[in-house]
């Protein structure tokens, strides 16, 4: 069986970030990502789906931290549903990315960027994992650096053009079907 959620998107506004009786941070981030397709008729068509995204630990602390409204990320999860009861008593049920994965794709430069080079970020269980490594302490996650955990100075060289959050932004690019 496969549960993965993968999804590059704006925050709708900033973290919530909330204690569970354990002391637990738990943030709430809404995030929403966009798709337009050209119709039949050759009208442009724009769509915005929000995601709520659930994050644990040091992840989710960090998120509340240095994300704000308006921030790009990218989310690594699953899905997973809650059920709950509202104020007069009648299930309610939620859907959301329980997130492993949070990455600030933001450049640097152009909001403060964190969490090593990369500004990544990945919980597993609980524990952290930098550079592919599990670490059992359990302090919460760590900066996740690609290349084997090595740092490397991106001070010299250009921020990387990551190119179009999504297909709508990149010109010649409005008859992507996905």
Request: charged share 25%; proline share 5%.
């Amino acid at each position: 069986m496969l549960n993965k959620v993968m999804i590059i998107g704006y925050l709708g506004r900033d973290p919530e970030l909330k204690y569970a009786a354990s002391g637990m941070p738990i943030a709430n981030l809404r995030i929403a990502t966009d798709e337009s397709y050209t119709d039949r008729d050759g009208n442009k068509v724009e769509r915005t789906e929000w995601h709520s995204v659930v994050v644990f630990q040091r992840v989710a602390e960090n998120c509340a931290s240095y994300l704000s409204k308006g921030s790009l990320v990218f989310v690594e999860g699953s899905l997973q549903t809650r059920k709950w009861q509202d104020q007069n008593g009648q299930d309610r049920y939620t859907t959301e990315i329980k997130a492993l994965r949070v990455q600030f794709l933001d450049r640097k430069g152009a909001r403060q960027n964190i969490g090593g080079e990369d500004g990544a970020y990945q919980n597993d269980g609980g524990y952290a994992k930098a550079g592919g490594k599990g670490h059992p302490s359990g302090q919460g996650a760590q900066p996740f650096q690609q290349g084997g955990g090595k740092s490397q100075s991106r001070e010299a060289s250009p921020p990387d053009d990551l190119g179009p959050a999504f297909p709508s932004e990149a010109s010649g690019m409005d008859d992507v079907p996905f």
